[in-house]
């Protein structure tokens, strides 16, 4: 496994494939890998015959009062574990690298609309700066393919729109969420919950669940579903931020008739802000 951390040496290490026609694929993260990530890996190893993962802690999705400087930071184990399914190449760069005149001085790209709601409204500026390092990621390693998890669907789609919008000859590829055998969504972030606080992380996937239980079963008042998800994450002891559900294509409003909706929530259980969702096709 090539491991980089300058741009040159990762456009060295790809050349040669882009030039004997061989596909990359690239899995974007910000390190602490658990099976989620390495789920993606597999499914990346499955679309293309090379796999780029980057690792790299982005300071500007992070907001003033965020967990930046806290954020898990597993590098050594992080490259065990890919090496040991098969990555071809790991780009792990340095702040300067990746911004050299600084965070003040950068180049910024901004998906508006999608950006601005649900996540966008609760974190300011967040997906202002995934979709400027996605950017830089995709020049940077010009693959033919990117994964991305889907427990981020709101992320998903920005990025979406960002390829669709700036032409990049990338295919987004939304991998399966994994999930603990509580039905939590695996997440870097979950280390930060106690034993009593993980018993009542599985209610936010319940809840999602029991929404979608209710619109396969022909329910359609939205508004009255979303009071009883927002009133069921109390009762499990959340601090809901949002719970909403909407047309899975671009977020908007659900409209009557079939179509896959999603159900998006994000909340809090102490310090701990968590994001999931569900996929509900309506027949």
């Not at 802690?57 to 954020?71: I, K, R, S, T, W």
């Not at 603990?180 to 972030?189: D, H, I, K």
């Not at 499990?236 to 908007?252: C, H, M, S, V």
Request: charge should be neutral; include cysteine; hydrophobic fraction near 40%.
């Amino acid at each position: 496994m090539h491991v980089e951390t300058a741009i040159q040496g990762v456009r060295r290490a790809t050349a040669p494939w882009r030039r004997s026609g061989q596909r990359l694929a690239l899995v974007p993260t910000m390190g602490n890998l658990h099976e989620g990530h390495l789920t993606l890996v597999r499914q990346a190893r499955e679309l293309a015959d090379r796999v780029a993962v980057s690792i790299f802690v982005n300071p500007l999705q992070f907001g003033p009062a965020e967990d930046f400087d806290a954020y898990p930071r597993t590098e050594a184990e992080d490259r065990r574990k890919l090496e040991a399914e098969g990555v071809d190449v790991l780009f792990m760069p340095t702040e300067r690298q990746m911004y050299p005149r600084g965070r003040e001085g950068v180049t910024y790209v901004e998906v508006p609309g999608i950006s601005d709601v649900f996540c966008g409204a609760g974190r300011p500026g967040h997906f202002r700066g995934v979709a400027t390092v996605v950017t830089k990621l995709f020049n940077i390693v010009q693959p033919d393919v990117a994964v991305f998890g889907r427990k981020d669907y709101q992320q998903l789609l920005v990025i979406r729109r960002l390829v669709e919008d700036l032409c990049f000859p990338v295919e987004v590829v939304g991998g399966q969420t994994v999930r603990e055998a509580s039905g939590l969504a695996m997440s870097s972030r979950n280390a930060y919950l106690d034993a009593e606080q993980r018993r009542q992380a599985a209610g936010l996937y319940r809840t999602l669940r029991e929404i979608g239980r209710r619109i396969e079963a022909g329910e359609r008042d939205y508004p009255g579903l979303e009071r009883f998800g927002t009133a069921s994450l109390v009762e499990y002891g959340f601090e809901p931020e949002y719970l909403n559900i909407r047309r899975a294509g671009d977020l908007g409003p659900p409209a009557s008739g079939a179509g896959a909706l999603v159900v998006l929530a994000a909340a809090r259980l102490g310090s701990t802000r968590l994001i999931d969702n569900l996929l509900i096709d309506r027949k």
